[in-house]
């Protein structure tokens, strides 16, 4: 299958400071990205939809200036996480897929905000 | 909007099948999707079903589809402790590239 790749892995940092996170499609290109968070014991939720050449569509309840999505490229999504708090600490994936209903994710980037 | 719902732990021993189930709401589900996480890691696609199938079958994976009651299952055949991990099940409809909306995920302990 495709593979997806993000990074980094692990991220810890400061109250305050942004943080930016990157999903890759390594073999296929993708027009479409997906984010999302994923708590503790909890599912995966969408935080946004991100579209290569224009702006992202974020889910309700969603800050799209807190998080940050560039799809610059064909291959690379970014999101930044603006400000960080420590609520915003959280399990972030990101897929992406080169069919209409094949989505291969991304190993996740662990952020923690101290 | 969709809801998408699992059971939230199975536990079988070394050798026995694994049956998870989920169920669904949205009737415009056309793709019905499983998959593997293992802790701190992302998630493993291990299969996925078009929502004119009833069956399919991938090695030691069987999957279900029960249209009219929505219900989908995994069945694991002659699970191994390797198989432990939380079980998601997704769905999407075939309406462009659409995320995934996932159910709450199975949490499978396979005792030796």
């Known amino acids: 299958g495709a593979v997806v790749s993000q990074h980094p892995s692990w991220v810890i940092c400061k109250s305050g400071t942004s943080v930016k996170i990157e999903c890759r499609s390594l073999d296929f290109q993708a027009t479409t990205m997906f984010w999302y968070r994923q708590f503790p014991k909890q599912s995966l939720m969408l935080m946004a939809t991100?579209?290569?050449?224009?702006?992202?569509?974020?889910e309700q309840g969603v800050e799209k200036d807190k998080f940050l999505i560039n799809h610059a490229s064909l291959t690379l999504s970014t999101l930044t996480v603006t400000s960080a708090h420590p609520e915003d600490s959280s399990f972030y994936i990101c897929?992406?897929?080169?069919?209409?209903?094949?989505?291969?994710f991304g190993p996740g980037t662990r952020l923690t905000v101290t | 909007g969709e809801d998408v719902e699992q059971s939230l732990f199975l536990s079988v021993r070394e050798g026995d099948s694994s049956v998870i189930n989920c169920t669904y709401t949205?009737?415009?589900?056309?793709?019905l999707y499983w998959y593997k996480q293992e802790p701190g890691a992302g998630l493993q696609l291990l299969t996925y079903i078009f929502s004119n199938m009833d069956m399919k079958q991938d090695q030691r994976l069987t999957v279900l589809l029960n249209k009219k009651d929505k219900h989908l299952s995994l069945r694991i055949a002659d699970t191994q402790t390797g198989d432990s991990a939380i079980y998601f099940c997704?769905?999407?409809?075939?309406?462009?590239?659409?995320?995934?909306?996932f159910g709450s995920g199975t949490r499978l302990q396979v005792q030796p």
């Open positions: 897929s992406a897929g080169d069919t209409s209903y094949e989505q291969y």
């Open positions: 991100s579209n290569e050449g224009s702006k992202a569509t974020y």
């Open positions: 949205d009737s415009s589900s056309t793709y």
């Open positions: 997704a769905e999407k409809e075939d309406t462009g590239r659409r995320a995934l909306t």
